[in-house]
């Protein structure tokens, strides 16, 4: 099936920093990717729709100012949770669209972010 | 709003059979999706129904849809020990459950 891989796996921060986490379609051209974050024992939340060439479409209380969302081309989208706090530690799971008729997505193997 | 509903949690012996439910409330999706996610891990895609089907087959998986009762059922024949994850189950690409935590018992 479709790869879809992340980068970092894992990262450490302090808080006040940013940290950017990229998504990558290995085999396969995306022209929409979704970025979601998954707390602890609870389900995924999407957080942005990031469609190749356009501005992501965030879902309802996320702060596009607060994560930050490129997607540069048909192979890469990028999240970048900006002046990060603890409260931000989480799990950033993104997938990308591969049909657009059966709607499958198919997901990276997230990011762990822990900010101290 | 649209949601989809789900058990928490599944205890099951190994060998026997695991089955998930899942009840869901937007009448209009098209594909109803099981995914499996390991633990620390990604979201594996398990298997996909189209709406128009009741069932459908794939080696040890077998989906049920209820599209009257929006229900939506996995069943997991002879259960292994690697089938220990949670299972979401998710409709119309965006709306996850909250997932099904199977453990299996020895």
């Known amino acids: 099936g479709a790869v879809v891989s992340q980068h970092p796996s894992w990262v450490i921060c302090k808080s006040g920093t940013s940290v950017k986490i990229e998504c990558r379609s290995l085999d396969f051209q995306a022209t929409t990717m979704f970025w979601y974050r998954q707390f602890p024992k609870q389900s995924l939340m999407l957080m942005a729709t990031?469609?190749?060439?356009?501005?992501?479409?965030?879902e309802q209380g996320v702060e596009k100012d607060k994560f930050l969302i490129n997607h540069a081309s048909l192979t890469l989208s990028t999240l970048t949770v900006t002046s990060a706090h603890p409260e931000d530690s989480s799990f950033y799971i993104c997938?990308?669209?591969?049909?657009?008729?059966?709607?499958?997505?198919?997901f990276g193997p997230g990011t762990r972010l822990l900010v101290l | 709003g649209e949601d989809v509903e789900q058990s928490l949690f599944l205890s099951v012996r190994e060998g026997d059979s695991s089955v998930i439910n899942c009840t869901y409330t937007d009448s209009s999706s098209t594909y109803l999706y099981w995914y499996k996610q390991e633990p620390g891990a990604g979201l594996q895609l398990l298997t996909y129904i189209f709406s128009n089907m009741d069932m459908k087959q794939d080696q040890r998986l077998t989906v049920l849809l209820n599209k009257k009762d929006k229900h939506l059922s996995l069943r997991i024949a002879d259960t292994q020990t690697g089938d220990s994850a949670i299972y979401f189950c998710?409709?119309?690409?965006?709306?996850f459950g909250k997932g099904t935590r199977l453990h299996i018992l020895p």
């Open positions: 998710a409709e119309n690409k965006i709306i």
């Open positions: 990031s469609n190749e060439g356009s501005k992501a479409t965030y």
């Open positions: 997938s990308a669209r591969v049909d657009r008729v059966q709607e499958t997505q198919y």
